[in-house]
């Protein structure tokens, strides 16, 4: 385990920056909260991850090699852009739509019932848009029936605040946060003024800040609204899903291109189970393929 801490004291408040692959520091600091505290979770990577091991995020420069390569190039070859995108769009949202997840940790479902229990609040920011892709009509119904399917529910801590696009009357701009059940959805805006404008539209202004997230950037970005604000701030950048999940060089890389090379023929997303017994009774001539 790597915990390094950063501590920064102003006059009137506190932050500290904790780096973490446990959830032990995490447990401490849920024991201190009052009712004026809000907990910040990100979603992916920290609450939920891939179960297929190319798809977690360790694997994403492989990922993306063996997409390039074996899904990407061959629709570019047709020389119809807008079909190419299309094509691409669907395909991936198939691996979206037919994905298994795993909670990083099951101890953030006691987590969270603490959270409660102490009276605090939490709220999930994550970076994903919540319209449609592909053959997913809607980004947001999509991730809540994923933290559902996982056992977390959000919106226990908000019952009283309906659906809602978090802008001000300025904001021209279409990067509008949406907030859901105890998510706020980003909309490629970032997760530091999803958080203003939740504030804003919920009117809980918290006299202590947690954020657990793997972006040490976006902490920091947190931590700094927080100093300016005079809340107390923990920072808590957990990296569990980059040390305790196995890297490219320990998985099989063949299994991963027969996993893209099937949904590219066949329009399905083979699970790596059901992508390895598939390869095994492949004919000699299909194996070849796949080196």
Not at 35 to 43: E, T, V
Not at 111 to 120: D, L, P
Request: aromatic share 14%.
């Amino acid at each position: 385990m790597l915990i390094w801490i950063h501590f920064l004291f102003c006059i009137y408040s506190y932050s500290t920056i904790i780096q973490t692959s446990i959830t032990s520091p995490i447990i401490d600091e849920i024991a201190k909260i009052k009712s004026d505290s809000i907990i910040i979770f990100q979603f992916d990577n920290i609450l939920s991850i891939y179960k297929d091991k190319i798809l977690q995020p360790n694997n994403t420069t492989a990922f993306r090699k063996i997409v390039y390569k074996n899904m990407i190039l061959p629709v570019k070859k047709e020389k119809n852009f807008k079909r190419a995108r299309e094509e691409i769009k669907k395909l991936k949202s198939i691996i979206f739509k037919e994905a298994q997840f795993l909670c990083v940790d099951s101890n953030f479902l006691k987590i969270i019932k603490n959270i409660k229990i102490k009276q605090g609040k939490a709220l999930v920011i994550t970076a994903s848009n919540y319209g449609g892709y592909g053959m997913i009509e809607s980004f947001f119904d999509w991730k809540l029936d994923i933290a559902k399917k996982l056992g977390y529910n959000f919106k226990i801590f908000w019952p009283e605040f309906d659906s809602a696009h978090l802008k001000d009357d300025q904001q021209k701009s279409l990067r509008i946060p949406f907030f859901k059940d105890g998510f706020v959805f980003c909309s490629n805006s970032s997760k530091l003024l999803a958080l203003k404008r939740f504030i804003e539209y919920s009117k809980f202004l918290p006299k202590k800040i947690i954020v657990i997230e793997s972006n040490r950037k976006i902490l920091e970005e947190y931590e700094h609204f927080a100093n300016e604000k005079n809340i107390d701030f923990v920072g808590i950048e957990y990296t569990a899903a980059r040390n305790n999940f196995p890297k490219a060089q320990n998985i099989d890389l063949k299994v991963a291109k027969f996993q893209v090379l099937n949904l590219v023929k066949e329009n399905v997303w083979l699970h790596d189970k059901e992508a390895m017994l598939k390869l095994q009774s492949a004919s000699s001539n299909e194996r070849k393929k796949i080196k």
